[in-house]
């Protein structure tokens, strides 16, 4: 007998699209703090939306609910507390156009807590708990931690121009969404938050700003790192370390000349 039952990944994707849009649209009716908290101009300075990005946070997740309890946590852990902070330097961080996380950092040895810092650490440690919770071994949890953590930095890292965020996590979580188990189901829960917010994010009607980058990149995080062993961990945290320094030296290039 043919079972009628969806696959998982399928689920998931349908799912996580269906709830980012429903948790777009209920943001936007009760607007917390009032609409204009909720607007930012763009680079070409049009108007635009911030409901997009904590609405892929909660759709991310609730692609993922079908997963194993242990898996279910971590993506949960991963995702909403990098879209959390990731959101803090969205209405905190406004104005602040320190670039990059030396000068994070630098503010932080001086005594002042940016929110950038926040993130930086915030996420940093959401990683490691998730990672933690994906694997067994010490050195897999720490490298499945910086995977996670590392995903989610250099998502919000793209994140230049409009859609090339929520495009990046459609075309690296492709390859995912071939794979059974909790790979593929994490891969299909961030393709289908981030196919949700893509149309409004091209269109210039909505950024997804900080928290749904950072959320969308820790769900392709926690998808890559459940989906690979010691090796590939090995490979991928080399790969983000690289981006991430490379991106450290233009936003210093681009803070010296701004």
Known sequence: MISRKPAPRLTALLS??????????????????????????????????????????VGAVAGAVALPSRHR????????AAGACGAYDDMAGEGDTRRGFRAHLSALRGGEVTSGAVKLFGVGAAGLAA??????????????????????HFVNLVDVRPGRAAGAVLGLAAP???????????????????AAVLPEDIGEHA???????????AALGAAIAAGNGR????????????????????????????
Request: hydrophobic share 55%; with cysteine.
């Open 176 to 194: 995912g969404l071939l794979r059974e188990g909790s790979a593929g189901v994490l891969a299909a829960a961030s393709a289908g938050a981030a």
């Open 16 to 57: 996580a699209a269906a709830v980012t849009r429903a948790a777009t649209a209920t943001l936007r009716s009760c607007a917390p703090g009032g609409p204009g908290r909720w607007e930012r101009e763009n680079y070409a300075g049009r108007t635009v939306e911030l409901y997009a990005g904590p609405a892929a946070a």
């Open 207 to 217: 950024m997804i700003g900080d928290a749904g980058a950072h959320a969308l990149g």
């Open 73 to 80: 946590a971590a993506a949960a852990l991963a995702v909403l």
């Open 231 to 258: 090796a590939g961990l090995a490979a991928h945290a080399a790969g983000l370390v690289a981006a991430a320094a490379y991106g450290e030296k233009v936003s210093a290039v681009a803070g010296a000349q701004g």
């Open 131 to 152: 990672g933690a919770l994906l694997k067994e071994r010490p050195l897999d949890k720490f490298l499945a931690g910086v995977v996670i953590a590392g995903t989610a």
